[in-house]
């Protein structure tokens, strides 16, 4: 968590964002550096995944919370700014309802659901993607932390919520859309989506809440509450007779996790263009965890770079060798629990001090 | 007794019922008018050689000798159609004609004449039908028959059709009536009740009897409703116990999360789709028992597998149990996707012998057999393993691990050896899993993924290390799930459930049955 490897990480996600987008729109379509728009979207996705990975890690390497439900968090901000943009569609569905999105009109609804007013305004579709994850992190952390639930046992409650709301939103009676969730979008703030010039603001976009998003925690982690943050980590209980309430600095930072997760989700939807129940799937939040475990915990740069790098591979396999995904993802899972417990950075720094930054070894089980 | 008197008058006094002493068959060898009142007659004649001879009547295999004498030819041999006595008629046999009017009567005569079959089986379906009916004009057939009738199941049918018959006819006297009423009550299916329900023109006691019986009959009905919910909601919980009775061992008993649990449960069902192929190609004579086989062999390769799992990858992982779920997450995926270039990701076709398949009606309650088995297997298992940690040198080691590893290996238990047997055990009880869910759910490779959040959840909500509360967490919640079922509907049932089961962990994070001491401090 060097100021370098922070600083370096920022200049390449901002400048890296920057060269895609100029080389997309400055050079022609058969100029060989030319960078074709697919490239410039994969790449604002990869972002976007990465915010989710800085959320998780957040969480995962400064507060020992290992939440396997994050990608709730990012899929409900997601869901915020596709009601927005099905709003924005207006006329131009395919049954040219003016109020109704189309998958409303084809169930025969005749209103808007309640909880779907307001979302013709970016004002406030922008706040949903702030407030909706965060209150859900704020009701369920304060419920957990307060009843002192850790450790595994939170890992598997925070899968099932995030179980139950996949199943939740699979339901056509939820009012967003079902199985095929939110899609068909035609623009956002006014600006048609599948313009070049929209899908470059997008990356840009991306790359500056990543780095804002970067600072951001980085300034939590390295403040004196990030301090007693690691110690809720480290020894929770002697945190707590020192006189600290674990569960609210626990709290905080979750819901902050949670707020950065959905900004994520929101821009992963503005440029892929769907959001479905899919995204709630357990494996997606493990994966999300895989990211932050290959790029180091406890690191935020090591988020970012995990979640690029296995995305990167999960794109050149599943397109390649799509046989070889599920193999080749199994097998990081396990090489990087066994064999690189502090991620590439830790393998890049080589252990500068004695004792690496990981959790104290609990004691050996049923003991 | 009332009844049968009624019944006894009815027969005295019905009209119809004194042509039984001529020769009805007589007709049967004249034109078609005559033939179709033969047929009427007949059927309500009460003759046991009516039903043959309408039958064949009917399949136009029923002949008249020129000495008028008839005769039924089935496969080659000839018999007389008014004793059922084989014979030789004299001349040439003419085949009797039938027309579209004879036919009407055939066919409405085949119902009645039904009732003196000699089969009980037959006689129940006729008396069945007739109940669907309630036609007015069956009533004299049934009152014959009930008047011969020795089966007591099936005069319970007989009555139950005559109460529905007389009701419709609507001019029985008030008392007959409510007492018909008294018999569709004590029937009390939805069909007694549709019937009540749609009585007419009826004086004020008998609508007011009606009335009150479909009031009974909806509340019985919903007794057994209740009942029918309680046991998909013991199915479901034993289905729940099963995939989760492993995961109490490996996760309860040794702390490991074992994300990999489900692709156990997996491998046991695939194992049983290739011990079905292996018999099918080979013992054919064993088709029936392959299931019983799968099981010991479906415990074996979850369980070689689950020991390899443990001296591989999850001993380096010992105390720190978020990696251990990470490396197992991955181990599971891989594990997916090996099933899945091998056997292909479609669905395998596990079959249902037959001794399985099939269900059981119970008053208002249907038990499917597979479902029923599937209870049992699940508390056998249960049984077993809660045995082999009681009663056997292995299990005794395995808790003397638990409980204190240190004396344990101080005296002499290999603990790491233990511990591999421990998670073989539970990998092994997940496999047994696989084979039961073979028979119920799709053998896919996602088929594990399916259970392992709903089998933590079950763990966890009995309390860790207890196989107790995990049994009574699966079945309650199973039952829970029923029971909200019809209330939210299936989906909406389930959401419930994990939400209800995330704010329970709240309130209590040990489960319901935690166990007490210092060992909980982890």
């Known amino acids: 968590m060097s100021r370098t490897a922070t600083t370096t990480c920022l200049v390449l996600v901002l400048g890296g964002a920057a060269l895609l987008a100029v080389l997309n729109l400055a050079l022609p379509a058969d100029a060989p550096l030319h960078v074709p728009t697919y490239t410039v979207s994969l790449a604002g996705k990869y972002l976007s995944y990465a915010m989710l990975a800085v959320a998780v890690d957040l969480v995962w390497g400064f507060a020992g919370i290992l939440s396997l439900g994050h990608a709730a968090f990012f899929a409900l901000g997601g869901y915020a700014i596709g009601m927005y943009l099905m709003r924005q569609i207006g006329t131009r569905g395919v049954y040219g309802n003016a109020i109704l999105p189309d998958f409303m009109v084809f169930l025969n609804w005749k209103q808007l659901p309640w909880y779907w007013h307001g979302f013709d305004n970016a004002f406030f579709a922008i706040v949903m993607v702030l407030l909706v994850p965060g209150l859900l992190a704020l009701v369920f952390g304060w419920l957990a932390f307060r009843s002192r639930v850790s450790g595994v046992y939170l890992s598997i409650i925070t899968q099932a919520l995030t179980y139950a709301l996949l199943l939740a939103f699979f339901r056509n009676d939820m009012g967003f859309g079902g199985n095929n969730g939110l899609t068909d979008f035609k623009d956002v703030f006014g600006i048609p989506l599948h313009l070049d010039a929209t899908r470059d603001g997008l990356l840009a976009a991306s790359a500056v809440f990543l780095a804002v998003e970067l600072l951001i925690a980085r300034y939590v982690v390295t403040s004196r509450f990030g301090k007693v943050l690691i110690a809720v980590r480290d020894t929770e209980s002697r945190t707590r007779f020192l006189g600290y309430r674990p569960e609210a600095y626990k709290l905080f930072v979750f819901v902050l996790s949670a707020v950065m997760a959905g900004v994520g989700g929101a821009l992963y939807v503005l440029q892929v263009g769907i959001i479905n129940p899919s995204e709630f799937s357990p494996a997606n939040s493990i994966e999300a965890v895989i990211w932050v475990a290959v790029g180091g915990r406890g690191t935020l740069v090591g988020a970012v770079l995990g979640a690029v790098l296995v995305n990167l591979g999960k794109t050149y396999f599943t397109g390649a060798l799509p046989e070889l995904w599920l193999f080749a993802l199994g097998a990081l899972f396990i090489l990087v629990t066994l064999l690189l417990p502090d991620g590439l950075l830790g393998l890049a720094r080589r252990r500068p001090r004695a004792a690496p930054a990981g959790p104290a070894p609990e004691p050996e089980p049923a003991e | 007794m009332i009844l049968l008197r009624v019944l006894l008058l009815l027969i005295a006094i019905c009209p119809l ?29 009460g003759n046991p050689h009516a039903e043959p001879a309408v039958a064949a009547l009917q399949a136009g295999t029923l002949f008249v000798a020129p000495d008028r004498s008839l005769w039924i030819r089935q496969d080659g041999t000839l018999t007389n159609a008014r004793t059922g006595d084989p014979g030789t008629p004299d001349g040439d046999l003419k085949r009797v004609r039938v027309n579209n009017a004879v036919r009407r009567s055939i066919e409405a005569a085949m119902g009645a004449l039904t009732l003196f079959s000699h089969d009980p089986a037959r006689r129940m379906k006729a008396a069945a039908d007739l109940f669907a009916q309630h036609d007015a004009a069956a009533l004299p057939a049934l009152d014959r028959a009930l008047a011969n009738e020795q089966d007591p199941a099936v005069r319970t049918a007989l009555q139950q059709a005559r109460a529905a018959a007389l009701l419709s006819a609507g001019t029985a006297p008030v008392p007959d009536r409510l007492a018909a009423i008294a018999v569709l009550r004590a029937r009390g299916d939805l069909d007694a009740s549709n019937l009540l329900a749609s009585l007419s023109g009826q004086p004020p006691a008998v609508a007011a009897a009606a009335s009150a019986a479909v009031t009974a009959i909806a509340r019985v009905q919903q007794l057994w409703a209740l009942v029918q919910a309680v046991f998909y909601g013991l199915s479901l919980g034993s289905v729940l116990l099963l995939a989760a009775a492993g995961l109490a061992i490996t996760f309860g008993v040794m702390g490991v999360i074992n994300m990999a649990h489900g692709e156990m449960v ?12 292996v018999i099918a190609t080979s ?22 597998v689950g020991i390899a799992i443990e001296r591989l990858l999850i001993r380096f992982l010992y105390g720190r149990p978020l990696e251990t779920l990470l490396a197992t997450w991955g181990l599971s995926l891989a594990l997916q996707q090996a099933v899945r270039s091998i056997f292909g990701a479609s669905n395998r076709n596990v079959t249902t012998p037959g001794w399985m398949s099939g269900a059981a009606e119970w008053g208002g309650l249907t038990i499917t057999f597979n479902r029923l088995y599937i209870i049992v297997f699940a508390v056998l298992v249960l049984v077993a393993l809660m045995a082999v940690l009681r009663f056997t040198a292995l299990g005794l080691q395995m808790r003397a691990v638990t409980q204190n590893r240190r004396m344990a290996a101080a005296m002499g238990i290999r603990t790491p050896w233990i511990d591999a047997l421990t998670f073989g055990l539970g990998s092994g009880v997940a496999g047994m899993a696989g084979v039961a869910l073979s028979q119920i759910d799709n053998v896919s490779p996602n088929l594990g993924q399916g259970y392992i959040i709903d089998s933590f959840m079950v763990v966890v909500f009995g309390g860790v290390g207890n196989l107790w509360g995990t049994l009574v967490s699966a079945l309650t919640l199973g039952i829970v799930n029923k029971f909200l079922e019809p209330l939210a509907g299936a989906v909406l049932a389930k959401i419930l459930v994990l939400v209800l089961l995330i704010l329970f962990i709240q309130r209590k994070p040990r489960g319901m049955f935690p166990l007490k001491g210092r060992a909980v401090e982890a």
């Open chain 2, 17 to 45: 019922a004194a042509r039984a002493d001529d020769d009805p068959f007589a007709g049967l060898a004249g034109g078609y008018e005559d033939i179709r009142r033969a047929v009427d007659a007949l059927a309500l004649s």
């Open chain 2, 266 to 277: 997996m491998l046991g069902a695939y194992t049983t789709f290739v011990v079905q192929q």
């Open chain 2, 283 to 304: 013992l054919p004579a064993l088709s029936g028992v392959g299931v019983l086989l799968a099981v010991p062999a479906a415990f074996l390769v979850a369980g070689a």
